[in-house]
């Protein structure tokens, strides 16, 4: 329909610019004229103008098609901003039409730029502003955020699950494989959502040149293939993306909030960026620091000191978990199984940290 519509369009300027100049361009190759000149000059135009448009059509379709996919896609708080802007930049280059217009031979050029130069600046204002200036109108904010869910694999629907449920999982908490191992258990109850532009980051990485880098991709992909085939979880990937927003975190930080949903990851900085959005976050480090053994200050523990510390005199040893011990005097040890009295326990998003000494020291104070 759009082609169609297209070559009529050529069609009618066409055969109007042949029927309106035809005989001027007549008499200037010095053909003789006749009564049906006009006639003639305006199928002449109408059918080079179909030959153009010819030409023309399939790119201007795929085009048209694509702007028709984004302006779908697009958010209505988005697309809204974006036209009030639009529209009040062209109205202030109108109202300054008599200034400008009166300047002498550049006038109309300088008209003509400043129009385009004011609708695009206020395009921009109003886009990257949306969510303020819409903000007094909640009715508005939140059937924008209504339709933004259906459009985004009807999510609402798909789901069957009360909004909250959803729980996102970033690239490096797939890449990090214990999300199945947990998902296996039952901990992760409602809808695992994979949005299509975490799947395109780990596709990136899977083809990376980088050794590590494709076999860490390619873990990530079995992660997810094992996630939806072999565990008995709902599972659904989200045809989303964010053309205004470049990083991946924050696109889903951007997504939590559109689906009131909780993100999933063992990255410490998303981990603090959603706790400053106010999105909630589920970090596996957590986790698995909750479920370790626990551990208190005057415990004596038996462990082997492998290397030194960051400090003088210091000695490292571990945990069968891989929680690090930091043992003061430890140095003079390493290499040998001893006795530590812990003094005291750091707890942290990224991991546990025990602090100790060795307990022969203790005896011999």
């Not at 217009?101 to 008209?111: A, H, K, L, R, T």
């Not at 797939?174 to 258990?185: E, F, K, N, S």
Request: net charge neutral; glycine share 8%; with cysteine.
């Amino acid at each position: 329909m759009v082609k169609r519509i297209f070559q009529l369009f050529f069609l009618v300027v066409g055969v109007t610019l042949g029927w309106q100049y035809g005989e001027r361009i007549f008499e200037l190759i010095h053909l003789p004229l006749f009564s049906w000149d006009k006639i003639v000059t305006a199928i002449l135009g109408g059918m080079i103008a179909l030959a153009i448009a010819a030409l023309f059509s399939s790119p201007f379709v795929m085009w048209f098609r694509w702007l028709e996919d984004r302006l779908i896609k697009t958010p209505l708080v988005d697309l809204v901003s974006g036209v009030i802007g639009f529209v009040l930049g062209l109205f202030i280059a109108f109202l300054l039409t008599p200034a400008i217009g009166s300047i002498p031979v550049v006038g109309i050029y300088v008209q003509f730029f400043a129009s385009i130069l004011l609708a695009y600046l206020g395009f921009r204002i109003f886009f990257s502003r949306r969510e303020e200036i819409f903000s007094f109108i909640p009715g508005l904010l939140a059937r924008s955020k209504d339709r933004e869910k259906d459009r985004s694999g009807k999510a609402s629907a798909a789901m069957e699950k009360k909004v909250g449920d959803a729980k996102i999982l970033d690239t490096s908490v797939i890449i990090d494989g214990r999300i199945a191992d947990i998902v296996q258990t039952g901990f992760l109850d409602g809808v695992i959502v994979i949005p299509s532009f975490v799947l395109e980051e780990l596709q990136h990485i899977a083809d990376s040149s980088d050794v590590l880098k494709r076999n860490r991709g390619r873990r990530g992909l079995d992660i997810l293939n094992r996630i939806q085939k072999e565990l008995k979880v709902k599972v659904q990937v989200l045809e989303i993306d964010f053309d205004d927003i470049a990083e991946v975190d924050s696109k889903l930080v951007r997504l939590a909030k559109n689906i009131d949903g909780k993100v999933v990851t063992n990255d410490f900085n998303l981990n603090k960026v959603c706790e400053l959005q106010g999105v909630d976050v589920l970090n596996i480090n957590d986790l698995a620091n909750a479920v370790k053994p626990v551990v208190l200050p005057g415990e004596v523990l038996m462990v082997n000191v492998i290397k030194d510390g960051k400090e003088f005199g210091q000695g490292i040893a571990y945990l069968d978990d891989g929680t690090m011990i930091v043992i003061e005097g430890g140095r003079e040890h390493i290499g040998h199984r001893i006795e530590v009295i812990v003094t005291s326990v750091l707890q942290t998003s990224a991991g546990r940290m025990i602090f100790g000494k060795p307990k022969a020291l203790e005896r011999a104070l």
